[in-house]
Structure formats: C-alpha cells, structure tokens
C-alpha cells in the first residue's frame, strides 16, 4: 500500500543519520527503511560527511531536516541558505525538506535554537507569506515541525494547534508532528497533548518524530538523549489511529548508544501502529529535480515588521 501525501510517499521507519554511525552503516548497511539528515551538517560540507552522504543515498531514501530556515523571523528570507539548501536537496535526492515553526535568528545572526512565535493572526500572516515563497522557490512542499516550547506570550490569540493548523491549510504546506515535542510542550503549559494531536490536518501530517527528553521536575526539556517514555508511545499510538500511514523516525543526539539500540527503540513503533504495521511498503523514484538557476532572487514579502513582544 502507498498513501501519497501532498504527493509524497510513505516510507516506514527510519533512523536520525549522525557521525557516530557511519562505520556502522558503511560496514554492515542495516536493514533501515530511510534515514533523515541535518540539512545544515551536509550543505556547507564537502568532505567526509558528504561522502559517506552519498554512500548512504544510494542505497537508502533521504529525507532532510533543517534547524536555521528561520521561516518565524522578521528578517528577510536567506537567499544563500535557500540556494544551499535547494542544491542538497537535488544532490542527496531528499524525498522531501522540513524545518520548524520557529525563528531562529535577526540581522544575520543565528542564535542556534528553536525560538518560539507568538500565535496570531498577525504572525500567522507572515508566516504564511514567507512559507509560500519557500515553496515556490524549493519547487517541494515544505514540512514544517512543531517545536518544544518553554515560554508563551501575551499577544498570542489562539492555541499553537489552531496557529499550525491554519498555517498548513494557507500556505498549503505539510506537517512533521513531533509527538515528544507534543509532550514537552503540553507539559511544561498544562495543556492537554490529546487535543492537540486530535485538532490538526491529520492529512497533512507527512512524518512524525519520536525522541526522549530529560525530565527536570517542574518543567520537562527536549533534549534528545534517551529512550521514548511510555506515555509519549500512547500518544503516538494515537496519532497512528487519527492519521493512519505515516513516516516515523527517532531521533537520538545526544549519548548516543549504538547503532542497534537506537535501531531497536524505533522498531518498537510497530507496537503501538495497530492494523497500520502490517503491509505497508514505500514507493519512491529517484527522479531528477530541476535544474537550479544560480541566478535566481529568493522573492521577499513585501514588509518586514518587528513583533512587540511584552
């Protein structure tokens, strides 16, 4: 069976590609459905990382994540760091290209974390005009993940649920649910992560993420580095049953084990898939994209505006 969503395929479960790995993988090539990489880690690369990359796409689907779109900023849309992006993606023939509903920098400094927007209609709108642009320019839907979040703000007039859904139904974009990210979120705001799953476009959710997180009492922090909990599995199971065939991966990034414990935790999903972990197959060509025009101008909304934030 093959469930096309915003005409990308279903591709099992797969694997976070880190350094630590790649003699694992180059000498045993692991019986892994698809592996999703750092789309910054391979873009300004041209040694080591990139030729294990190339190894590795031949024989596996790639799929690319990419933590410094900055699609939230107020700052104008990084035409170098698009170009970059749109040649890996041709390169590594990336099934498809996600980043965060965040921002992660201003003025062309990158504060390299996933910085949280305020839900309104006001963002809302230049989210949307920004993701469009990224679209039209990639020639690919993008997918956009919700990130954890640790503060809110007073200007926000809707739940982040409402904000993501009609993020992805304007801009005609797709959805990479983190159900830890979930998790995190809803615990740290007292928010109830059933609604939140229950409330989205599940069609166009086109890949999920499972990950453990560090548990620190009062508030919980995604961090990556351990085993996925109980209750995140039950959410997950969830989601499975609201949305069907969907592409899951673990991510693991800090003390990471070996090759087949991270391998193992993420074949555990079978368990929690239900009727959806039994014959499901993904189909993907490996077809060229076009040819990029170095010349091109990445196209800038209109107005920038700064966001009071109290």
């Given at each position: 069976m093959s469930n096309l969503r915003l005409g990308l395929p279903y591709l099992g479960l797969g694997i976070g590609l880190r350094p630590v790995h790649y003699p694992y993988i180059l000498e045993h090539w692991p019986d892994v459905d698809w592996f999703e990489i750092i789309s910054e880690n391979y873009m300004e690369s041209a040694g080591r990382p990139r030729y294990?990359?190339?190894?590795?796409?031949?024989?596996?689907?790639?799929?690319?994540?990419?933590?410094?779109?900055?699609?939230?900023?107020?700052?104008?849309l990084d035409q170098n760091y698009l170009v970059k992006l749109k040649q890996l993606a041709k390169w590594s023939q990336a099934i498809w290209v996600s980043d965060h509903i965040c921002w992660t920098g201003v003025n062309g400094l990158n504060g390299h974390d996933l910085l949280p927007l305020p839900f309104n209609e006001e963002t809302l709108k230049h989210v949307v005009a920004r993701v469009k642009l990224v679209q039209e320019f990639l020639?690919?839907?993008?997918?956009?993940?919700?990130?954890?979040?640790?503060?809110t703000f007073r200007d926000s007039t809707m739940s982040e649920w409402e904000f993501t859904t009609l993020l992805a139904e304007e801009a005609d974009c797709g959805l990479l649910l983190d159900i830890n990210n979930v998790y995190v979120t809803c615990f740290n705001h007292d928010l109830e992560p059933a609604e939140f799953i229950h409330t989205l476009p599940h069609q166009r959710i086109v890949q999920f993420h499972l990950a453990g997180h560090t548990d620190c009492g009062t508030h919980i922090i995604d961090t990556h580095d351990n085993h996925v909990i109980n209750p995140v599995w039950e959410l997950y199971r969830l989601a499975c049953q609201?949305?069907?065939?969907?592409?899951?991966?673990?991510?693991?990034?800090?003390?990471?084990?070996?090759?087949?414990?991270?391998?193992?935790?993420?074949?555990?999903?079978?368990?929690?898939?239900?009727?959806?972990?039994?014959g499901l197959e993904y189909s993907h060509s490996f077809q060229a994209l076009p040819q990029l025009n170095p010349q091109i101008v990445v196209p800038q909304p209109p107005v920038f505006e700064t966001a009071e934030v109290e």
């Open positions: 294990v990359l190339e190894q590795i796409a031949e024989r596996y689907p790639i799929v690319m994540h990419g933590v410094s779109m900055s699609i939230g900023s107020t700052a104008p020639e690919r839907p993008l997918i956009l993940e919700n990130p954890s979040s640790y503060v609201l949305t069907g065939d969907v592409s899951t991966l673990l991510e693991w990034d800090a003390n990471i084990p070996e090759f087949d414990v991270v391998h193992n935790e993420v074949l555990r999903a079978r368990q929690f898939m239900g009727e959806y972990a039994q």
